[in-house]
């Protein structure tokens, strides 16, 4: 992990006592994004032989938005898991479609952005039964294996621009601060929000 990284994450992390913070040591890979998917396949292999029922799984450029709380945290997860939901995020840099399904909750169909991202136990061995190749990303894969996906909205989470990227190279290409693109994909979620009351 860069040294930068680590130091932001920990300090998210340093006054939540709602969760048992580990840096997990990431695998190393030229390619970025298989190095990712290689790190998150350890991660959940090591939680189903401890049989979490929940696993929280952030990148390093995680930050927590002004809006979160552990009481909202904790909200969202119960109304996920009447939902029957395979993961839930904190907040996304794209998304494809998405349907408001509570106040606070929205169904994705296919989504960017993993850095805050809470798997549930029933969603474990699918996971782990897919086989990874080196084209794959992790977002797109999880978009791929799972209907029961859901964002938190209003985000809970962003995600930090250090200036470059380990797992992608999109945003080197088009030169875009990562902030501005949850930004933009909250401000989508927020005017089907609006719909949605207009049409209640």
């Not at 695998?27 to 939680?47: C, D």
């Not at 929940?54 to 809006?67: N, R, Y």
């Not at 990303?137 to 938190?152: E, G, P, R, W």
């Amino acid at each position: 992990m860069r040294t930068e990284r680590r130091i932001h994450v920990t300090k998210e992390f340093s006054n939540k006592n709602e969760f048992c913070f580990q840096i997990f040591k990431a695998r190393l890979n030229t390619i970025g994004s298989l190095g990712l998917l290689e790190s998150f396949y350890s991660i959940i292999k090591m939680a189903d032989e401890l049989s979490y029922d929940i696993l929280l799984i952030c990148e390093d450029d995680h930050t927590f938005t002004t809006g979160y709380n552990s009481n909202l945290l904790f909200s969202l997860i119960e109304s996920a898991n009447k939902l029957r939901a395979d993961v839930l995020l904190g907040g996304i840099s794209w998304f494809d479609c998405a349907l408001q399904v509570t106040p606070e909750l929205f169904w994705l169909n296919k989504f960017n952005g993993t850095q805050f991202m809470l798997i549930f136990k029933r969603f474990v061995p699918t996971l782990l039964e897919y086989r990874y190749d080196e084209d794959d990303k992790l977002d797109l894969v999880i978009s791929k294996l799972s209907t029961n996906i859901f964002t938190s909205f209003p985000f809970i989470s962003h995600q930090s621009y250090f200036g470059y990227s380990d797992a992608t190279d999109f945003l080197e290409q088009n030169h875009t601060d990562v902030h501005k693109l949850f930004l933009k994909s909250e401000h989508k979620l927020s005017n089907l929000n609006r719909v949605n009351h207009f049409y209640r």
